[in-house]
């Protein structure tokens, strides 16, 4: 899933694309995305507005748009936008740029929600596992959504202070990686980055949050900047479906110190990185490094 570090890189990107271009048409073939309004209703409303701003908030992407409304898309497990040009052939959507990564990457191909917009190009969803999540809202409703509303202070937000993380760790008994997997505690954090950052801090995944000390803790909070910013950085992790807007994989998959390297050696110390289970995802960390 696409976490907070390429949620950031797509949103800059998409920002000198497409401020200010007004959207002609919309195509869609999963009617299931779009969670506000009606489908039917969203082809009608979505028409003729223009882009005037695209921000983030944690995992979600937010596209502000005239007539006071907001396009919010969570790219959920396996989506990915991107920006170009194609063309449908036999019900399907082909890139017309056949030399670029959107034509050559086969992750690319997943196409079931397209933007059209004044300049020609297009804004393109492509989600192979077809759960990507997308509402058309006012501006005054999008902080009355549940999904926003309930959602935890970001990552990567100044009020985010070692102040802060403390006092959502104090009494909370649940192992540190699901405190950090947790929305509603801080956003923008998934399965990828929280095995790098406990990996980092040299914190075992399976800590309860509360046993840990004040200078773990520090530890912690250093490493969550720290590996956030490497993989804004780096352009992102590309190591299963996320690709950037042009198409092409980011490059921290490629210096990632235990997330999927299992019975790998510890960059550190050497030792076997090992896998352990935490409800239906995967947790990679080195038994002698994290404690």
């Excluded at 195509?27 to 695209?54: G, Q, R, Y």
């Excluded at 649940?174 to 980092?200: C, F, H, R, V």
Aim: include cysteine; glycine fraction near 4%.
């Amino acid at each position: 899933m696409p976490e907070l570090p390429e949620v950031e890189i797509t949103v800059n990107s998409l920002k000198p694309k497409i401020l200010n271009q007004k959207i002609t048409g919309v195509w869609f073939d999963v009617p299931n995305f779009i969670k506000i309004p009606s489908p039917k209703e969203f082809e009608k409303e979505i028409k003729n507005l223009e882009i005037k701003d695209i921000k983030r908030l944690g995992k979600n992407i937010l596209i502000f748009l005239s007539q006071n409304k907001v396009l919010l898309i969570h790219q959920k497990l396996t989506g990915h936008l991107l920006y170009g040009k194609w063309q449908k052939k036999k019900n399907r959507w082909i890139s017309s740029e056949t030399t670029s990564f959107l034509a050559k990457d086969p992750q690319n191909r997943f196409i079931h929600f397209i933007l059209f917009l004044k300049n020609k190009k297009m804004l393109v969803l492509s989600d192979q596992r077809k759960f990507a999540k997308i509402i058309l809202i006012s501006k005054e409703k999008l902080f009355q959504l549940k999904e926003i509303k309930e959602l935890g202070i970001d990552a990567l937000d100044p009020n985010f202070t070692f102040e802060k993380l403390k006092e959502i760790v104090k009494k909370a008994k649940t192992p540190i990686k699901k405190i950090l997997m947790d929305q509603t505690k801080i956003a923008g954090i998934g399965n990828i980055y929280s095995d790098e950052i406990l990996w980092e801090a040299k914190i075992n995944p399976k800590r309860p949050a509360n046993s840990l000390k004040e200078n773990e803790l520090k530890n912690l909070y250093q490493a969550i900047e720290k590996i956030l910013r490497k993989a804004i950085n780096t352009q992102g992790s590309s190591i299963i479906d996320w690709r950037k807007i042009n198409g092409s994989k980011g490059d921290y998959g490629e210096i990632r110190k235990v997330y999927r390297r299992e019975g790998k050696k510890c960059f550190r110390c050497g030792s076997i990185i090992k896998k352990i289970k935490f409800g239906n995802r995967s947790s990679y960390y080195c038994p002698k490094c994290q404690k």
